[in-house]
């Protein structure tokens, strides 16, 4: 595979009732790859142009030319990282944004037809694909975990024992992983689906004054799939594992903007801190991706949810960054989690046709409102061993 290893989208939603019902302006345009966004308070700034891999025009419906429906986002983004899966290797898909942007309804969606997000539909994609491809020579298996990351304590979602404060341990050759997290083998998709809701329902939420249901957790949804080759004239078995970490962040809007007091101040904290430490990982594996030589240093060890993602964002592994906007007013503020999705070349002159790579975001910190679901995933495995293409 010839590019850069972090792919970046955005994605703007429809308003919500109550953005309609107070005539909410929109405030985002797309055009192709690029988002273009206008400070209706700043008009003399004019209009700011960041082109990304993918801009996601979801503000309207269906009829309109330009709508980039559920379908569509899991066909650009869910089906290339689902091939890079059954290449070998580890990769990952995260949704950043403020709470209420979209984030869950990108990942999980909804139930209805055609409002199902990515890990629904890559799950049943990829059980489609071992169902094709099996034989007696090539065999699959499927695990899954779900975890959930709130205030730097882990909880395993697939337990309903689980309190939280899983330990985090480091295996000399497999890397970070969570202790007596269960990991259960599934076999069809109505496995997967039932063990989806199931976590779904044990999810944190917490009432906030920007969102009555927000998700304050990240979320990680993680399968690992291995291959096993069996060379029918050697008699020898090859393993391939990749481990699918798929991850609904924690909302990221900054503690002071809703009112937070107390605990909801401590969880702003700690969720700025791994939104933080994510974006300062990112921003160092794609830089030595640019300039082609090894990351000097990068700082998983500074959060939970990084240390967990290791092996996932670094090294051989296939990385998408989809930021979800609200289309209302803006806060446009140079927060440092916005590293998260501007990546490295912030630099460059905009916009660029044809890059790879996490560009400078929009980052639009959008206007509250909406409701909040749930997220996805990650998760310590076995290891990867990746087949270069
Ligand atoms: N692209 C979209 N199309 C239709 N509805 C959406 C879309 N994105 C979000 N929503 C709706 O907006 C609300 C907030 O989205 P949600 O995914 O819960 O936000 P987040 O997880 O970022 O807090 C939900 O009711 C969700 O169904
Ligand atoms: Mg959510």
């Given at each position: 595979?010839?590019?850069?290893?972090?792919?970046?989208?955005?994605?703007v939603?429809?308003?919500?009732?109550?953005?309609?019902?107070?005539q909410?302006?929109?405030?985002?345009?797309?055009?192709?790859n690029?988002?273009?966004?206008?400070?209706p308070k700043?008009?003399?700034?004019?209009t700011?142009?960041?082109?990304?891999?993918?801009?996601?025009?979801?503000?309207?419906?269906?009829?309109?030319?330009?709508?980039?429906?559920?379908?569509?986002?899991?066909?650009?983004?869910?089906?290339e990282?689902?091939?890079?899966?059954?290449?070998?290797?580890n990769?990952?898909?995260?949704?950043y944004?403020?709470?209420?942007?979209?984030k869950?309804?990108?990942?999980?969606g909804?139930?209805?037809?055609?409002?199902?997000?990515?890990?629904?539909?890559?799950?049943?994609?990829?059980?489609?694909?071992?169902?094709?491809?099996?034989?007696?020579?090539?065999?699959?298996?499927?695990?899954?975990?779900?975890?959930?990351?709130?205030?730097?304590?882990?909880?395993?979602?697939?337990?309903?024992?689980?309190?939280?404060?899983?330990?985090?341990?480091?295996?000399?050759?497999?890397?970070?992983?969570?202790?007596?997290?269960?990991?259960?083998?599934?076999?069809?998709?109505?496995?997967?689906?039932?063990?989806?809701d199931?976590?779904?329902?044990?999810?944190?939420?917490?009432?906030?004054?920007?969102?009555?249901?927000?998700?304050?957790?990240?979320?990680?949804?993680?399968?690992?799939?291995?291959?096993?080759?069996?060379?029918?004239?050697?008699?020898?078995?090859?393993?391939?594992v990749?481990?699918?970490?798929?991850?609904?962040?924690?909302?990221?809007?900054?503690?002071?903007?809703?009112?937070?007091?107390?605990i909801?101040?401590k969880?702003?904290?700690?969720?700025?801190k791994?939104?933080?430490?994510?974006?300062?990982?990112?921003?160092?594996?794609?830089?030595a991706?640019?300039?082609?030589?090894?990351?000097?240093?990068?700082p998983?060890?500074?959060?939970?949810?990084?240390?967990?993602?290791?092996?996932?964002l670094?090294?051989?592994?296939?990385?998408?960054?989809?930021?979800?906007?609200?289309?209302?007013?803006?806060?446009?503020?140079?927060?440092?989690?916005?590293?998260?999705?501007?990546?490295?070349?912030?630099?460059?002159?905009?916009?660029?046709?044809?890059?790879?790579?996490?560009?400078?975001?929009?980052?639009?910190?959008?206007?509250?409102?909406?409701?909040?679901?749930?997220?996805?995933?990650?998760?310590?495995?076995?290891?990867?061993?990746?087949?270069?293409?």
């Open positions: 595979m010839a590019g850069a290893s972090v792919k970046v989208a955005v994605r939603r429809p308003f919500s009732a109550r953005e309609s019902s107070r909410a302006k929109c405030v985002i345009q797309m055009r192709g690029t988002t273009c966004i206008t400070n700043l008009p003399k700034d004019g700011k142009h960041f082109t990304f891999d993918y801009s996601y025009w979801s503000h309207t419906s269906e009829e309109d030319p330009n709508f980039a429906s559920q379908r569509r986002v899991y066909q650009d983004i869910g089906e990282m689902l091939a890079h899966a059954f290449e070998g290797y990769v990952c898909i995260l949704a944004g403020q709470t209420g942007a979209g869950s309804y990108t990942m999980m909804r139930q209805e037809p055609g409002q199902r997000g990515i890990i629904p539909q890559l799950c049943e994609d990829l059980f489609a694909r071992v169902a094709r491809e099996g034989s007696p020579e090539l065999s699959f298996s499927v695990e899954v975990s779900y975890l959930e990351i709130y205030c730097e304590r882990v909880r395993d979602l697939l337990n309903p024992k689980s309190r939280g404060g899983l330990r985090v341990r480091e295996h000399p050759l497999l890397g970070p992983y969570v202790q007596d997290l269960s990991r259960l083998a599934v076999a069809s998709f109505a496995d997967i689906a039932d063990l989806m199931s976590g779904n329902k044990a999810r944190t939420v917490a009432a906030t004054n920007m969102n009555e249901t927000s998700s304050r957790s990240h979320a990680v949804f993680s399968i690992v799939f291995s291959q096993r080759r069996q060379d029918p004239l050697s008699e020898l078995a090859t393993e391939k990749s481990r699918i970490s798929l991850v609904d962040l924690a909302g990221s809007e900054r503690a002071d903007a809703s009112g937070a007091k107390g909801r101040l969880e702003g904290a700690n969720i700025n791994s939104l933080t430490t994510l974006g300062k990982v990112i921003s160092a594996l794609a830089e991706t640019s300039k082609k030589k090894k990351p000097e240093f990068i998983y060890r500074d959060s939970v949810l990084t240390w967990l993602l290791k092996e996932n670094g090294g051989n592994s296939r990385t998408a960054m989809i930021a979800a906007l609200s289309p209302g007013r803006l806060q446009l503020r140079g927060d440092a989690e916005h590293a998260a999705v501007r990546g490295p070349h912030e630099a460059d002159p905009l916009p660029r046709g044809d890059q790879r790579g996490p560009e400078r975001a929009a980052d639009p910190r959008a206007a509250p409102g909406g409701d909040a679901a749930q997220g996805a995933a990650q998760r310590p495995g076995k290891r990867k061993k990746s087949s270069q293409s």
